[in-house]
Structure formats: structure tokens, C-alpha cells
């Protein structure tokens, strides 16, 4: 079997993507690819912001501040990199984060938004774009804040001035069909615009199932290894 180059697997990705859009009869410019570059170098960032990618996901603090350091010594394209935080944030970690990040997805708990409150006081005219982290299992230990509490969360979120919140976020469980995930996160997005119309944004979707996420409204993918292969 013949090995597809990283440009290769990007272009086969951006077709789906279409394709996709267009059998739900979505805009392709309103869906926004996020290439999940955790547990690749520096290099490989470099050589996707080369190919026209400027979006970059990352769920380690150490490892994504490291590369988004390396990344900004080393560009030499023409676009910048716009870092996606994607995965559980220790709150000891919120300070660093906020200094390469523009968009949480993984705001999972009301600590976590003490301490980005806190943390972001410090520089008044900074400001971060984050989505709700919903916990679609019901399992306390995976983290996320339950669907029949997200209004009441996303109120909190709503009064921190230097959030902007652009809706909610799922992770589709290992088992079973994604279907009835990405059902729960169209429902509480439709919840969650009663209160917020502005905070309209889901992201949603991974390497696996992209394709369903876009028929269910997905306007921001979190798309790892179909692009950058296995590690
Ligand atoms: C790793 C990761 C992804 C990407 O997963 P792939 O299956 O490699 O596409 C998306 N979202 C989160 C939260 C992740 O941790």
C-alpha cells in the first residue's frame, strides 16, 4: 500500500468536508477545520501552515506551548497560526494557555472559569473565545458541564466580559454509533441560543466522524490523525 503525503491526506479531508457540506445543503464557509496536531513536532504545523492551514489544535499545555514558541520562530509563511485549545485544562495551566491561545474548547467547569476570570484581569484588553464543553455520557469522571445544566453555566460565562462564548462542544463517545451525540449537542445548542443567539458556533467532529457531524451542524471540526496520520 502506498503511503498519501500529508498534502495528500489535507486535500482528501477538504473534499470530504465539501462534499459533506453540500449533502446537508450547508455553506462550506461556514464550517472551520481545526488540524489536531497534538503529538506532532513543530515541523509538521510548519509544513501545514505552508499548505494554506492557519488552525491548529492542541490538548497538552507543556507540549502546545513548546510548539506554538518553536512554531512562531520558525514561520515563514505567509499566515500566522491561530492555536485551538481541545483538551482537559488544569487550572494551573490557564496562565500559559492564554499566552499563544485564542479559543478554548474545553471550558468544562465552573473552576476553570474562575480562574480564566482571574487570570485574564491581569491584561484588562485581552480576550479569549471559548465554547461549553458538554458531558454527553453522564459520567461525572469524563468532565464537561451536563445538558440540563449548561444554561445555568453558560449564564456565568456570559457575565465574565472578556469571554466571548461561541456555543458548545462535544466529544462523541467511544462506543456505539455518534448519532445520538451529536443529537444531544444540536439540541443544546438550540438551548443554548434562547439565551445567547450570538453563541451560535459547535464544535464537533473528529477524524471519524466529521462526515455526520456536518449533517448535524458542526461548524468547527477538530480533525487529527485523517490529516497528520497515525503516531
Ligand atoms: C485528539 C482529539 C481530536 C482529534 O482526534 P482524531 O480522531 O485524531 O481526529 C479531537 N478532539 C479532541 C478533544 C481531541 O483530544
Known sequence: MTQLTLGERLTEVHARIAKAAQSAN??????????????????????????GEANFGENKDQEASAKAEQVKLRNHSASEPTWHF????????????????????SLDRPS????????????????????????????????????ENL????????????????GVMGVAGLTGSPTSYFETIAKASAELRTIAPEAKFISAGMSGDYEEAISHGATHLRIGTAITGNR
Do not use: W
Request: aromatic share 4%.
Open 26 to 51: 450547508r455553506q462550506l464557509d461556514e464550517i472551520q477545520l481545526v488540524i489536531v496536531s497534538k503529538n506532532h513536532p513543530a515541523d509538521l504545523v510548519l509544513e501545514l501552515l505552508e499548505l
Open 86 to 105: 481541545v483538551g482537559q485544562l488544569q487550572s494551573n495551566k490557564v496562565r500559559s494557555m492564554l499566552g499563544y491561545c485564542k479559543v478554548l474548547h
Open 151 to 166: 444554561l445555568s453555566f453558560a449564564q456565568s460565562v456570559l457575565e465574565a466580559k472578556q469571554l466571548n462564548l461561541l
Open 112 to 147: 476553570l472559569l474562575s480562574e480564566l476570570v482571574k487570570q485574564l484581569a491581569k491584561t484588562p484588553e485581552s480576550r479569549l473565545d471559548v465554547f461549553i464543553e458538554l458531558n454527553l455520557t453522564g459520567d461525572p469522571g469524563r468532565g464537561g458541564i451536563l445538558p
